[in-house]
């Protein structure tokens, strides 16, 4: 199993200094944890797409190129792009450049997008929001699979035999879909025989099990090898349990309320936080012990390939995500990793 982290650039009041953070530092921030992941053997860093006040991220091309000096074997990808409001051709070519930048280290992850910010700024209209995704889902396929490419759709100035540069080190350069739990959106992946990221950030996550089936079921019916499963969490890591309940928790709140307010969801209570602790729940807070139990559980469920966990929900002091990462890089993965691998082999 890959083991890795994502973020949005979270940019909440600085727990410690009750101070909003500046872009720059979280930029600056985000930096340093993407070279220490790098440095502690994690596998993957993603960063993903907001355009609005309370994230740093609306370009994760740029991010992740600036990261690529500074990584050496980390494989770096967005997560997301909100392919519906972009344009394919642009996010094809910013991530051949990365995986040119990079020696074959970049994925794109891409997603209609749960914010939707983005369709009014970028002038498009929410009621083509599946439409659109379809619609440039399948020519950011076509880009990465021919050099040369003819193409015609609704939403986007046709193509005539035009090639697509630059070429990408990886062939093919990987895309992943992101769902967030809808039938269709695991369907569509598997039926593309492309891996597929679900996204669990709270209830029981047994009931998401349903989701991974409709996946691998539908690459089989369309004649695909089984195609890659990630899990995306939240959570976070320190070294008691204790500890990371007391960082997490008002963080997680800060950002979870914000957002809850406009999707009409009730605010985050301190028990609905403690219970989403637990083994059953979804979010992977806690002590190393306690996070390798609780991967080591959804495995048991999912079969999953990877793992990514979204350490910073709100703004945390910088120096406990990084000492977050260093726990999951060197005390989680490798214990994870040994004990799927002895599984496997018994």
């Known amino acids: 199993m890959e083991i890795g982290i994502y973020t949005f650039g979270e940019r909440t009041a600085d727990p410690e200094t009750g101070l909003l953070i500046s872009p720059e530092e979280r930029l600056k921030n985000i930096l340093e944890e993407i070279e220490l992941a790098d440095q502690v053997g994690l596998d993957v860093f993603g960063i993903g797409e907001h355009h609005r006040p309370d994230y740093t991220v609306s370009a994760p091309a740029v991010v992740l190129a600036a990261a690529s000096s500074r990584t050496h074997r980390i494989r770096l990808t967005s997560a997301v792009n909100v392919l519906s409001s972009d344009d394919p051709v642009r996010v094809f070519q910013q991530f051949s450049t990365l995986d040119l930048l990079t020696n074959g280290r970049a994925e794109i992850m891409v997603g209609r997008g749960s ?46 035999n035009i090639g697509i540069y630059p070429r990408p080190v990886q062939n093919p350069l990987p895309i992943w879909i992101a769902v967030g739990g809808t039938a269709q959106s695991a369907i569509r992946a598997g039926t593309l025989g492309l891996p597929m990221a679900l996204a669990i950030i709270g209830g029981l996550p047994e009931r998401f099990k349903v989701f991974a089936e409709y996946h691998r079921r539908a690459a089989q019916k369309a004649g695909h090898q089984t ?10 890591l320190a070294d008691s349990s204790k500890e990371a309940a007391n960082l997490a928790f008002p963080a997680f709140k800060t950002m979870m309320d914000r957002i809850g307010r406009e999707r009409g969801w009730p605010p985050m209570t301190e028990e609905d936080f403690q219970f989403s602790l637990s083994l059953q729940g979804a979010n992977f807070v806690g002590s190393p012990e306690q996070v390798i139990e609780k991967i080591l559980y959804q495995y048991e469920i999912f079969g999953h390939d990877r793992f990514l966990l979204q350490l910073t929900v709100g703004t945390l002091p910088h120096k406990k995500v990084l000492r977050a990462i260093e726990l999951l890089g060197t005390k989680v993965a490798p214990i994870v990793k040994r004990e799927i691998a002895r599984n496997a082999r018994s």
């Open 115 to 160: 914010f939707i910010e983005s369709f009014p700024l970028f002038g498009y209209d929410l009621k083509d929001y599946d439409e659109l995704f379809e619609e440039k889902l399948e020519l950011l396929l076509k880009l990465r699979d021919s050099e040369m490419v003819t193409w015609k759709g609704k939403y986007r100035p046709s193509l005539e």
């Open 227 to 236: 195609p890659r499963l990630s899990i995306n969490s939240h959570g976070f």
